[in-house]
């Protein structure tokens, strides 16, 4: 139970991977699926990434993403995807659902890597 962050960002990605392949060979998939999981599972994969990453470089295994960094991110991608290109590129539309799920992940993310930390720190 301690590496939960591990085992979410190991199905977000895989869970990522098969809805873009069943896309690809367009099998029809749940609307709330094929529109909404991947801006759900973003932002933690990101997250997940750049933590290993900043603790790799920083060579500190208990770093953390503050919360502002977190938030900061969730608010990038609205603003990139959800406002600027869609003004720009057809293939973008705007939709605030989007918005709810870039942030809905990015709390989880946050509440994942606290407890993962937590869990670590206690063993």
């Not at 367009?26 to 999981?37: D, T, V, W």
Request: positive net charge.
């Amino acid at each position: 139970m301690k590496r939960l962050l591990n085992v979410y960002f190991i199905f977000s990605i895989l869970t990522g991977t098969i809805v873009y392949l069943a896309q690809k060979n367009n099998f029809h998939l749940p609307s709330f699926i094929q529109f909404y999981l991947n801006d759900f599972l973003i932002i933690p994969i990101l997250l997940t990434i750049s933590l290993y990453i900043l603790r790799w470089s920083k060579n500190d295994k208990n770093y953390k993403i503050p919360l502002s960094i977190v938030l900061y991110s969730c608010l990038l991608y609205s603003f990139l995807f959800e406002y600027f290109l869609p003004k720009f590129h057809l293939r973008y539309t705007s939709d605030f659902i989007d918005v709810i799920l870039y942030f809905a992940g990015g709390i989880i993310f946050y509440i994942l890597q606290k407890n993962n930390y937590e869990l670590f720190k206690k063993t």
